[in-house]
């Protein structure tokens, strides 16, 4: 009996490794989103911002997984501007910037040119990260202001007013 217990130990040892050996592994993660109503007010907050600047727009705010959470066109905003406000939203996203600042590198790196190719991307002004915590938690993009720097101005309005909310979420 003693000689069979020996010999079944060491087959299981040269067998190689058990479950109980290997390395513990995370299989799920968490992941932080912005509430509905966080979204609808960035996105009502961006928009009259613009508004009170005499200018009609689209604006859209994407989950971190670029999913649209609100999309919102102003009465006379133009056609294509709800597109444009959701792809700037993904560029930012893509890109972990704002779409301005994306924009400007891309122009000065000419190993860069061809990024503006690819699908979801649009290299003008207006798109923003929403981050809290250092994770990206979503992203909002505005299209249809006079130039790129305003659409962003009206961005950075949306997101400052949760901003306070941001700093402080688990």
Excluded: W
């Amino acid at each position: 009996m003693k000689l069979l217990t020996i010999i079944t130990l060491g087959l299981s040892f040269l067998s190689g490794s058990s479950h109980a050996d290997e390395p513990q592994i995370d299989v799920l993660y968490s992941v932080m989103k912005l509430t509905p109503e966080a979204a609808q007010l960035i996105a009502k907050r961006a928009m009259a911002d613009c508004r009170s600047k005499g200018a009609q727009i689209s604006v859209a705010v994407l989950d971190g997984g670029g999913h649209i959470q609100v999309l919102l066109r102003d009465r006379l905003a133009g056609f294509s501007t709800p597109e444009g406000a959701i792809l700037k939203a993904k560029t930012a996203i893509n890109f972990r910037s704002s779409t301005s600042l994306f924009t400007e590198a891309v122009k000065n790196d000419p190993d860069a040119a061809g990024i503006e190719h690819l699908p979801g991307v649009l290299l003008l002004g207006g798109g923003l990260p929403i981050e809290t915590s250092g994770s990206l938690v979503g992203a909002v993009g505005v299209a249809g202001a006079p130039n790129g720097e305003m659409d962003e101005q009206c961005a950075q309005a949306g997101i400052d007013a949760v901003q306070d909310e941001l700093e402080f979420a688990d």
